[in-house]
T-cell receptor
Framework: GQQVMQIPQYQHVQEGEDFTTYCNSS?????IQWYKQRPGGHPVFLIQ?????EVKKQKRLTFQFGEAKKNSSLHITATQTTDVGTYFC???????????FGGGTRVLVKP | DTAVSQTPKYLVTQMGNDKSIKCEQN?????MYWYKQDSKKFLKIMFS???????INETVPNRFSPKSPDKAHLNLHINSLELGDSAVYFC??????????????FGPGTRLTVL
């Protein structure tokens, strides 16, 4: 079955530094979504990528969809304590198909 | 004003009991989901309903039975609870089917602890 893997599993970041988390699918995706879950909270939608090679920005967050539509990345610049949480990517293969979530990257920020 | 709500928020029960979790969304969405998040934070789809019709049924023990009385509600009944059922269960909804570029809105979760 479809697998979505994320690395790293944990990311300890000094406040103010940049980091990137990566998402890889075993199959080609129709779209990929990113969610953020704060400690004790629920996943909240961040963004969706649909086109091959697409790049989208949300303030300090940059999301990219690979050319082959099998991988994606999330880059955060100038990390802040508010960035703490688990970031999940989730991919779907086709219309009507389920979203398969990656294992998440847990981000801890050192002030 | 809560978009997706779940009850109860916490559920502590003994092994072998039967329990239900309820979910309601006021977003007018057609599709609803149940996810299970284990202690390692893995989020796994369990069921999905579209317009009250079951469209995704992952390899979940048949002790778990979802029910959608209408488009705005999706309940989950669990029979003969086991220790391994302890997890956080999230309900979610989306405007259309997953894979058709529809973001999912998650409820606050129900933390189930089986003793």
């Amino acid at each position: 079955g479809q697998q979505v893997m994320q690395i790293p599993q944990y990311q300890h970041v000094q406040e103010g530094e940049d980091f990137t988390t990566y998402c890889n699918s075993s199959t080609t995706l129709s779209n990929i979504q990113w969610y953020k879950q704060r400690p004790g909270g629920h996943p909240v939608f961040l963004i969706q990528l649909v086109k091959s090679g697409e790049v989208k920005k949300q303030k300090r967050l940059t999301f990219q969809f690979g050319e082959a539509k099998k991988n994606s990345s999330l880059h955060i610049t100038a990390t802040q304590t508010t960035d703490v949480g688990t970031y999940f990517c989730a991919g779907a293969r086709a219309a009507g198909n389920k979203l398969t979530f990656g294992g998440g990257t847990r981000v801890l920020v050192k002030p | 004003d809560t978009a997706v709500s779940q009850t109860p928020k916490y559920l502590v029960t003994q092994m072998g009991n039967d329990k239900s979790i309820k979910c309601e969304q006021n977003l007018g969405h057609d599709t609803m989901y149940w996810y299970k998040q284990d202690s390692k934070k893995f989020l796994k789809i369990m069921f999905s309903y579209n317009n009250k019709e079951l469209i995704i049924n992952e390899t979940v023990p048949n002790r778990f039975s979802p029910k959608s009385p209408d488009k705005a509600h999706l309940n989950l009944h669990i029979n003969s609870l086991e220790l391994g059922d302890s997890a956080v269960y999230f309900c979610a909804s989306s405007r259309g089917l997953a894979g058709v570029s529809n973001e999912q809105f998650f409820g606050p979760g129900t933390r189930l602890t089986v003793l």
